[in-house]
């Protein structure tokens, strides 16, 4: 695993948040960029190492919502990143100057800066939210499309909208550059399926806009790809109907949540198979969370971690003079062994629900 060190030039007095970093730029970035932001102060006030996967895991975020902070606190000058091969070997936080950047400075357009950005996980920089008052929000809302836009977004949601809903659906609206077709589709959509919440709704809105989606039928082109991944991990179960809603929790969960790759989720269905000889999501989901403990996202490395199990250890003896009792040696099927261990994790945490 790669361990990132953090370091810097200006002493920090424990975790101590500049007062310039909540006059000039805590309230125009977003929650999970100040949360990574507050965790390296609280990271370098202890020399202590980390990696991407053990910040994602620890602040509930994915490993692409980290790299997103990152990158947007390395363009707002507060940080530096030392890469090495592609690998972030440091970062380095900066004094935090008195005033911040313009809003409305422009990207860095050399080919040192592009190829910089895309190797941070290839996240880019996406638009900052603010946070408005509640008189100012009463203002936008004399926008007659955004005062349609609130209407239909309460009736989807069945109850007032807060002054932090709207802030989000503004962020949408304005920051976002979404239509409001493209808001009330997604709207529509995350009800739908269950989720009511705004936080959520903004997250598949990023998620959107990174890839570029501008219209409602690029959307639900996109959804439609997106539920061909269920049916994928279906197909690797040997199941060839519909998901079940809890079903189609577990892969939401796993997709979505974990940020897993399909090809990783598949390798833990082909698993399970293998083990119990049957389709169990939640078997599958008890590989999947020691692949998350053990910081595997990649097959490859799925493989490498059960080979490295099988390798055989040696021991030398430290007193040649020492006789030597000649044992035959036992051959292990570590496969069966780490299928015996899932399986009583699996059998316990049936018994615990």
Same mark, same amino acid.
């Given at each position: 695993?790669?361990?990132?060190?953090?370091?810097?030039?200006?002493?920090?007095?424990?975790?101590?948040?500049?007062?310039?970093?909540?006059?000039?730029?805590?309230?125009?970035?977003?929650?999970?960029?100040?949360?990574?932001?507050?965790?390296?102060?609280?990271?370098?006030?202890?020399?202590?190492?980390?990696?991407?996967?053990?910040?994602?895991?620890?602040?509930?975020?994915?490993?692409?919502?980290?790299?997103?902070?990152?990158?947007?606190?390395?363009?707002?000058?507060?940080?530096?990143?030392?890469?090495?091969?592609?690998?972030?070997?440091?970062?380095?936080?900066?004094?935090?100057?008195?005033?911040?950047?313009?809003?409305?400075?422009?990207?860095?357009?050399?080919?040192?800066?592009?190829?910089?950005?895309?190797?941070?996980?290839?996240?880019?920089?996406?638009?900052?939210?603010?946070?408005?008052?509640?008189?100012?929000?009463?203002?936008?809302?004399?926008?007659?499309?955004?005062?349609?836009?609130?209407?239909?977004?309460?009736?989807?949601?069945?109850?007032?909208?807060?002054?932090?809903?709207?802030?989000?659906?503004?962020?949408?609206?304005?920051?976002?550059?979404?239509?409001?077709?493209?808001?009330?589709?997604?709207?529509?959509?995350?009800?739908?399926?269950?989720?009511? !919440? @705004?936080? %959520?709704?903004? =997250?598949?809105?990023?998620? #959107?806009?990174?890839?570029? /989606?501008? $219209? *409602?039928?690029? +959307? &639900?082109?996109?959804?439609?790809?997106?539920?061909?991944?269920?049916?994928?991990?279906?197909?690797?179960?040997?199941?060839?109907?519909?998901?079940?809603?809890?079903?189609?929790?577990?892969?939401?969960?796993?997709?979505?949540?974990?940020?897993?790759?399909?090809?990783?989720?598949?390798?833990?269905?082909?698993?399970?198979?293998?083990?119990?000889?049957?389709? !169990? @999501?939640? %078997?599958?989901? =008890?590989?999947?969370?020691? #692949?998350?403990?053990?910081? /595997?996202? $990649? *097959?490859?490395? +799925? &493989?490498?971690?059960?080979?490295?199990?099988?390798?055989?250890?040696?021991?030398?003896?430290?007193?040649?003079?020492?006789?030597?009792?000649?044992?035959?040696?036992?051959?292990?099927?570590?496969?069966?062994?780490?299928?015996?261990?899932?399986?009583?994790?699996?059998?316990?945490?049936?018994?615990?629900?």
């Amino acid at each position: 695993m790669n361990y990132i060190k953090v370091v810097t030039t200006y002493p920090t007095g424990g975790t101590l948040l500049p007062n310039a970093f909540v006059d000039h730029y805590m309230i125009r970035a977003n929650g999970e960029y100040i949360k990574v932001y507050i965790y390296l102060l609280r990271m370098v006030s202890e020399g202590a190492n980390f990696s991407i996967p053990c910040l994602a895991d620890v602040l509930e975020l994915t490993e692409r919502d980290v790299a997103r902070a990152l990158k947007y606190w390395e363009k707002e000058s507060l940080l530096k990143i030392s890469q090495n091969h592609g690998e972030i070997q440091s970062i380095e936080l900066l004094p935090v100057p008195g005033h911040a950047k313009p809003v409305l400075e422009t990207e860095d357009s050399s080919p040192a800066s592009s190829a910089e950005e895309s190797s941070i996980s290839g996240a880019e920089a996406i638009p900052a939210m603010k946070t408005l008052s509640p008189s100012e929000l009463q203002k936008k809302s004399e926008d007659e499309r955004f005062s349609y836009l609130l209407y239909v977004c309460e009736m989807f949601i069945g109850k007032p909208l807060t002054c932090s809903d709207m802030n989000i659906l503004l962020y949408l609206y304005e920051d976002l550059s979404m239509s409001c077709e493209l808001i009330e589709y997604l709207v529509e959509h995350c009800v739908s399926n269950g989720k009511k !919440s @705004f936080r %959520y709704m903004q =997250t598949v809105a990023i998620n #959107w806009y990174e890839e570029n /989606i501008t $219209t *409602v039928d690029e +959307a &639900k082109a996109h959804s439609k790809n997106f539920k061909k991944e269920y049916y994928s991990i279906m197909r690797a179960f040997g199941l060839n109907q519909n998901p079940a809603p809890i079903q189609e929790q577990y892969m939401k969960q796993w997709l979505e949540k974990d940020a897993f790759d399909l090809s990783l989720i598949i390798e833990a269905c082909n698993r399970t198979i293998n083990a119990i000889n049957k389709p !169990s @999501f939640p %078997y599958a989901d =008890t590989i999947l969370k020691q #692949w998350k403990d053990n910081h /595997i996202r $990649t *097959v490859e490395q +799925a &493989k490498s971690f059960y080979q490295r199990q099988k390798s055989p250890k040696t021991f030398m003896n430290a007193n040649a003079s020492q006789p030597v009792h000649n044992f035959k040696q036992r051959d292990y099927d570590f496969d069966a062994l780490e299928e015996q261990l899932l399986k009583k994790q699996f059998s316990d945490e049936i018994r615990e629900n």
